[in-house]
């Protein structure tokens, strides 16, 4: 049974930093392409930063210089550092793992900034 679970997420004011953990059970990171997406309120799902197969990583326009995503495959875990946090960055943030076959999401992590 593949699991991801999201963790890290929280309160935090603008300018602060965050670092999101995904921690994936039941399939091999290596084989997938793991991403962060996010959902604000009334928007569509978009993706934040993704690692393909080949290991480059792919950031939105948004947070591109801000967040570095980083992925550890004896660990099993995919983190989000999110640094310069804007209030525009508050969002459901969700693990995902896909391949030409399948996608699994976690359930996502609230993620809020504010004063």
């Known amino acids: 049974q593949v699991q991801l679970v999201e963790s890290g997420g929280g309160l935090v004011q603008p300018g602060g930093s965050l670092r999101l953990s995904c921690t994936a059970s039941?399939?091999?990171?290596?084989?997938?392409?793991m991403g962060w997406y996010r959902q604000a309120p009334g928007k569509q799902r978009e993706l934040v930063a993704m690692i393909p197969r080949g290991g480059l990583t792919n950031y939105s326009d948004s947070v591109k210089g801000r967040f570095t995503i980083s992925s550890d495959n004896v660990k099993k875990t995919v983190d989000l550092q999110m640094n310069s946090l804007k209030p525009e960055d508050t969002a459901v943030y969700y693990c995902?793992?896909?391949?030409?076959?399948?996608?699994?999401w976690g359930q996502g992590t609230q993620v809020t900034v504010s004063s």
């Open positions: 995902n793992a896909a391949s030409t076959r399948r996608s699994y």
């Open positions: 039941g399939i091999f990171l290596s084989v997938y392409t």
